[in-house]
Structures are given as structure tokens and as C-alpha cells.
């Protein structure tokens, strides 16, 4: 059986839930500061018809917490060459601004089959199913 070490090298790619795995479920809510009505009344009407959206208020922020460490350990994933992502179902801007923060290469909201996503993004990748599974059972 193969050490730790030559099982992790094998890692090419790592995609992540949001609420709850990235953050530990806590939603909090803000007023808006002046003038953002507009941005707020754009962001919702881009998404319209997507499923998930968080939050469409024009008085209200929503806003997530994320931990710095989880921050870290994707950048140094992302330093030793493994690609990053994250497929969740809700919409968010705070999610948005942390995913351009940490440097996705995959993120994608509002996505309710994210098994399909999920597939789309094995395929981007070339990764097939033997990989994948040699990844998850070793």
C-alpha cells in the first residue's frame, strides 16, 4: 500500500460545498450601505431564474464567515499545483469576492444538479473515473 505522501501527489483537483463545509452555516445580515440599491437590484436581476439565490434586498447584506485556515490550506494547495473549486447552490457576492480572493479556477453557484457540475468539471480536467476512484479508495 502506498505511503501518504505518493497517495497526495496523486491529488490534482479539489472542489468544495460552501455553506457549512467552507463556513460553518452562519449567515449574517447588514444593512446596506447608501447607494448600493442599484447593485443590489443588477446582481439579482443577472441571476434571475437560477435557483439558490441567497438574498435579493435592497436594505439587507448577507454575508458569510469563512476561516482563515481553510484559506490558507487552498492557497497552498492551489502553490503546489492542485486546481481549486467550489459548486454550491446558493448565490452570494460574499461568496464570489472569497472565491476571487483564494483564486478558484472553478465556481460555480446557483447550481442545483451539482453532481452534473461535478462531472462537467472531471471532464475539463481529463480526469477519468479510474483516477478518480484510485484517489478515493487509496
Same mark, same amino acid.
Given at each position: ?47 434571475? $431564474?437560477?435557483?439558490?439565490? #441567497? /438574498?435579493?434586498?435592497?436594505? !439587507?447584506? %448577507?454575508?458569510?464567515?469563512?476561516? @482563515?485556515? +481553510? ?8 502553490? $503546489?499545483?492542485?486546481?481549486? #473549486? /467550489?459548486?454550491?447552490?446558493? !448565490?452570494? %457576492?460574499?461568496?464570489?469576492?472569497? @472565491?476571487? +480572493? ?37
Amino acid at each position: 500500500m502506498p505511503d501518504a505522501r505518493s497517495r497526495a501527489k496523486k491529488i490534482k483537483l479539489l472542489l468544495f460545498d460552501v455553506d457549512g463545509v467552507l463556513t460553518d452555516g452562519k449567515l449574517f445580515f447588514f444593512p446596506a450601505p447608501a447607494g448600493t440599491q442599484q447593485s443590489i437590484r443588477e446582481h439579482a436581476a443577472k441571476h434571475g $431564474g437560477q435557483g439558490g439565490f #441567497g /438574498l435579493a434586498s435592497e436594505t !439587507i447584506v %448577507e454575508a458569510k464567515g469563512f476561516h @482563515a485556515h +481553510d484559506g490558507t490550506g487552498i492557497s497552498l494547495a492551489r502553490l $503546489g499545483g492542485i486546481k481549486t #473549486g /467550489l459548486i454550491t447552490k446558493r !448565490i452570494s %457576492e460574499t461568496v464570489a469576492l472569497r @472565491a476571487r +480572493d483564494l483564486k478558484l479556477e472553478y465556481v460555480y453557484q446557483g447550481i442545483q444538479d451539482k453532481l452534473s457540475t461535478f462531472h462537467e468539471i472531471l471532464r475539463q480536467e481529463a480526469i477519468t473515473r479510474r483516477k478518480r476512484l484510485s484517489l478515493a479508495t487509496t
